[in-house]
């Protein structure tokens, strides 16, 4: 079992930044990636930034030159720097970590962007 812990939501301006931090705990030695995805209400969730544990990143389109996804291997946690952020990007932001046969999730942090 792996358990993720999410913090930094909250509410910002559009144009500001937010930090999100996902700290793993338990089997992690066998994640292969860790991701942050987010859920706008009456949308499904979607992918917004991963990292392999070879360091491949990959983001959504939407979010490219704007977030970046990096990680502290020796505190075992995912970072999510978010950005000139748009309303748009208002979502339950969630943290995942893939393994080879299942996945886990975070408990989601809400991130709302508004003036």
């Known amino acids: 079992q792996v358990q993720l812990v999410e913090s930094g939501g909250g509410l910002v301006q559009p144009g500001g930044s937010l930090r999100l931090s996902c700290a793993a705990s338990?089997?992690?030695?066998?994640?292969?990636?860790m991701g942050w995805y987010r859920q706008a209400q009456g949308k499904q969730r979607e992918l917004v930034a991963r990292i392999t544990s070879s360091g491949s990143i990959n983001y959504a389109d939407s979010v490219k030159d704007r977030f970046t996804i990096s990680r502290d291997n020796a505190k075992n946690t995912v970072y999510l720097q978010m950005n000139s952020l748009k309303p748009e990007d208002t979502a339950v932001y969630y943290c995942?970590?893939?393994?080879?046969?299942?996945?886990?999730w975070g408990q989601g942090t809400q991130v709302t962007v508004s003036s």
């Open positions: 995942n970590a893939e393994r080879l046969l299942d996945d886990f």
């Open positions: 338990g089997n992690r030695f066998s994640i292969k990636a």
